[in-house]
T-cell receptor, first 108, second 115 residues
Framework: AQRVTQPEKLLSVFKGAPVELKCNYS??????LFWYVQYSRQRLQLLLR??SRESIKGFTADLNKGETSFHLKKPFAQEEDSAMYYC??????????FGAGTILRVKS | DAGVIQSPRHEVTEMGQEVTLRCKPI?????LFWYRQTMMRGLELLIY????????DSGMPEDRFSAKMPNASFSTLKIQPSEPRDSAVYFC?????????????FGPGTRLTVL
């Protein structure tokens, strides 16, 4: 079975503080992991994907197969980072399984 | 390009009524997905189509839910009869090709309220 767990419903940090949004997954094969983001009044959109090993808007995420994690990190949070973040896994069947999402709130 | 189009944007109905949600994917995309978003469960995949053919409907909660894709530019999600627990935001997304590496493009969603 494929499962994605985002343990925090809400993460609140101050502007300039480091951010880490947690994501753990369960999958017996070799997964592909993604982060999607939904800003206020905007559509859900892809932020980054594990396979690209990219940094988008200052965010990075490293796949840790030993810990089955794909945490999203940013060293210095900005107010415009406030949004809903979803971790997603692609295993079997060419579909995505999403976690429950974490609301990131960056306070000034 | 207007992206994925969904209608209606908001729907308020009474328990027992039939509800039909509509989606127009991005032209040229051949994979289409229906999701349901709730605070408790997050984003759940209901069903997805490749080249208009339903591939996986294991996420459809029960027989009250049905989805069709009669052609490459239109899909519907129907709930009959609707119940208050169906209240949620329903998203449609489309993707070019069948590779999971390809980005899914989401519509604006339909907020459904069943009284």
């Amino acid at each position: 079975a494929q499962r994605v767990t985002q343990p925090e419903k809400l993460l609140s940090v101050f502007k300039g503080a480091p951010v880490e949004l947690k994501c753990n997954y369960s999958y017996s094969g070799s997964p592909e992991l993604f982060w999607y983001v939904q800003y206020s009044r905007q559509r859900l959109q892809l932020l980054l994907r594990h396979i690209s090993r990219e940094s988008i808007k200052g965010f990075t995420a490293d796949l840790n197969k030993g810990e089955t994690s794909f945490h999203l990190k940013k060293p210095f949070a900005q107010e415009e980072d406030s949004a809903m973040y979803y971790c997603a896994l692609s295993g079997d069947g060419n579909k995505l399984v999403f976690g429950a999402g974490t609301i990131l709130r960056v306070k000034s | 390009d207007a992206g994925v189009i969904q209608s209606p944007r908001h729907e308020v109905t009474e328990m027992g009524q039939e509800v039909t949600l509509r989606c127009k994917p991005i032209s040229g995309h051949n994979s289409l997905f229906w999701y349901r978003q709730t605070m408790m469960r997050g984003l759940e995949l209901l069903i997805y189509f490749n080249n208009n053919v339903p591939i996986d409907d294991s996420g459809m909660p029960e027989d009250r839910f049905s989805a069709k894709m009669p052609n490459a530019s239109f899909s519907t999600l129907k709930i009959q009869p609707s119940e208050p627990r169906d209240s949620a935001v329903y998203f449609c997304a489309s993707r070019s090709g069948t590779s999971p590496y390809n980005e899914q493009f989401f519509g604006p969603g339909t907020r459904l309220t069943v009284l």
